[in-house]
Each structure stands twice: as structure tokens, then as C-alpha cells.
């Protein structure tokens, strides 16, 4: 699902110079290229199995973050990186809420968001999402 997430991001998100998963987040936080966006698997919620046999149907909510970062070099108030932020953060609701990341998958919902740090003059903040599947066996 990830590498789904990654590709709706890099097509429908303008202006990012960087999307990618969380192994090229964790090399380049000090010295990450501004804005860019970072997919994270967060977690996995799963409902019990409503049938009552031996056959196994759950529902299963996927929790994803994307992990903003924009710069916050030269702005001494940061009104410009709230600015941004909010720019980019606004086209990543667009691109992600009410869409599937493939057919096993209901459509993607927003949960919360939170400041992560401030760091190598630059503004990290994530959002987080949810999907839900359903696991059959």
C-alpha cells in the first residue's frame, strides 16, 4: 500500500521535491531537500472475527502517516513555513482523502496531526490517516 501512497503524492501534490518511504526518511532528516513528504506505516487495528466460524473475516484499520517537511531557513517569525505548511498540507488532504489505495481497500480518511520536530532548518509535521481491508481466511 505504501508504494501506492508514495505514487498519488508524487502525482497529485505539486511542488514537492522529494516523496519517498520511511528508510530514506530516517537517512535524510538532518539534511532533507524542502518540501517533501515521507510515507510511514504507523499501524494496524483489527476488529474480531464477526462470523462465528471457523472461517475468518476481519476488519482491518491500516493507520499511515505522511511526514511533511518544509523550510524554515531565513524566516525569523516562521510565518513563511506555517504558510507553506499549510499549502502543503492542504494538497496532501486533497490527493489522499476519498481515495483507494487499491481495490482491497476502502478510501483513505484523515485521523490527526502533530508538530514532530523542528530540525536542519526545517519544519516536520505529520498527519495521519487510515484505511480499512478486511482480512479473510
Known amino acids: 500500500m505504501i508504494p501506492a501512497i508514495v ?5 497529485e501534490v505539486a511542488g514537492l521535491k522529494h516523496v519517498a518511504g520511511v528508510l530514506a ?3 535524510l532528516k538532518t539534511q532533507a531537500p524542502t518540501p517533501a513528504a515521507y510515507v510511514l506505516p ?5 476488529r474480531p472475527s464477526g462470523t ?3 472461517l475468518v473475516r476481519q476488519l482491518v ?3 499511515f502517516g505522511v511526514l511533511l517537511a518544509v523550510s524554515a531557513k531565513n524566516d525569523r517569525h516562521g510565518s513563511k513555513a506555517e504558510d507553506a505548511l499549510d499549502t502543503l498540507r492542504g494538497a496532501v488532504h486533497a490527493a489522499l482523502l476519498g481515495w483507494a ?7 483513505v480518511s484523515y485521523l490527526r496531526g502533530r508538530l514532530v520536530d523542528i530540525v536542519g532548518g526545517a519544519v516536520w509535521w505529520q498527519d495521519e490517516y487510515a484505511t480499512d481491508t478486511w482480512l479473510r481466511g
Open 61 to 63: 484499520i491500516r493507520r
Open 101 to 107: 489505495p487499491n481495490t482491497e481497500h476502502e478510501p
Open 52 to 54: 462465528g466460524t471457523m
Open 7 to 11: 505514487t498519488r503524492l508524487e502525482g
Open 42 to 46: 504507523l499501524a494496524e487495528d483489527a
Open 25 to 27: 526518511y530516517a537517512q
